[in-house]
């Protein structure tokens, strides 16, 4: 398939051809035969297919789903392989409406929608939100993260709120189970839109990067070690530090955006994830996420350390 036409040929073949027990199974999870033929969730014979688009509404692969005949240990939702990680759900952040849902899985994205909340979610999953991303957010005015009930959901939810200062984090109640998810809340437990209403007027906001500064005190320094720092460097997303600070946008395998350092009017900081460093091309500032966070914070090198440590370690960023 070469062109975009083929996708959307593909994606009609497979929605029609969406067998009568797999739309009740969907229904079943909350998702109105309504939104399961504008979404165009479809069936290509081993699997439910839901069509990823970009933000300019073209399809760009399928995602497939578990048959909920199948047991339990095949994958429940599967990415092809090669495919870029997107965002599912454009349509409802180019609208930038009043408020929106950040969630974990295109089905709740989906349930959702159906109860009147717009929805977006990674399409690989909690730890996959792209810093470049975050910018789309920032005129939104009431930001939400609701993630799965587990310690990869809380922590993906708190890297995206690290990107999204204003955004707020969404706590789904315990009854939802380990790994709870917001089907289960709206459809297993069978609460209502005015339920999770209650959730979002409770949401907290997102944890500070850094932790409210102290007054200094003579303490041992920590140790600097080369393998320590280029762990610290390798593990920590630089874009991810940098995107809590200035909104960031992506230009070519580059992110770019307004650098902290000084009245940069036009975009002249550039981030290189590849080699997980900063430059800009206005004040000549450049570096890696050891010395940005040094000099944006005031710390000590040693103390941009063991910030970066505890950062590493609060959101979920130690190597496997």
Same mark, same amino acid.
């Given at each position: &398939? ?42 290509? %014979? ?10 300019? %509404? ?18 429940? &939702? ?37 109860? %009147?909340?717009?929805?977006?979610? #990674? ?8 810093? *470049? ?27 995206? %709120? ?29 609460? #209502?839109?005015?339920?999770?209403? *209650? ?50 946008? &992506? ?17 002249? &900081? ?20 050891? #010395? ?10 040693? *103390? ?17």
């Amino acid at each position: &398939m070469n062109n975009q036409k083929d996708f959307l040929d593909v994606a009609l073949d497979y929605h029609k051809a969406l067998p009568a027990r797999i739309r009740e199974y969907l229904n079943n999870r909350g998702i109105p035969n309504s939104f399961v033929d504008s979404h165009v969730l479809g069936w290509n %014979g081993w699997r439910i297919t839901v069509p990823i688009y970009d933000r300019n %509404g073209q399809v760009l692969y399928f995602k497939y789903a578990r048959d909920p005949q199948q047991k339990p240990i095949a994958p429940k &939702m599967v990415l092809p392989a090669g495919s870029k990680v997107e965002l599912y759900g454009w349509e409802s952040v180019v609208k930038q409406p009043s408020g929106i849902v950040i969630c974990e899985g295109e089905f709740d994205r989906l349930v959702l929608e159906a109860n %009147g909340f717009p929805a977006v979610t #990674s399409t690989g999953g909690a730890g996959t939100f792209r810093p *470049e991303w975050a910018s789309e957010f920032e005129h939104i005015k009431d930001v939400y993260i609701c993630f799965d009930n587990d310690d990869a959901g809380r922590r993906g939810a708190i890297r995206v %709120g690290l990107m999204i200062p204003h955004a707020k984090l969404v706590q789904l109640p315990q009854e939802v189970g380990q790994g709870g998810d917001i089907t289960d809340f709206l459809v297993g437990l069978k609460r #209502s839109r005015e339920h999770f209403l *209650e959730l979002l007027e409770n949401a907290k906001p997102v944890p500070p990067l850094l932790p409210a500064p102290q007054p200094r005190k003579r303490k041992l320094r920590s140790i600097a070690t080369i393998e320590r720092i280029e762990q610290i460097k390798a593990d920590v997303p630089i874009a991810q530090v940098i995107a809590h600070y200035v909104p960031l946008k &992506m230009s070519g395998r580059n992110v770019i955006g307004r650098c902290p350092f000084h009245d940069d009017h036009n975009p002249s &900081m550039v981030v290189y994830p590849h080699s997980a460093t900063f430059h800009c091309f206005g004040c000549q500032k450049q570096g890696d996420v050891i #010395s940005f966070l040094r000099d944006k914070e005031n710390l000590s090198f040693y *103390e941009a350390l063991d910030a970066l440590d505890q950062i590493r370690t609060n959101y979920g960023f130690q190597s496997q």
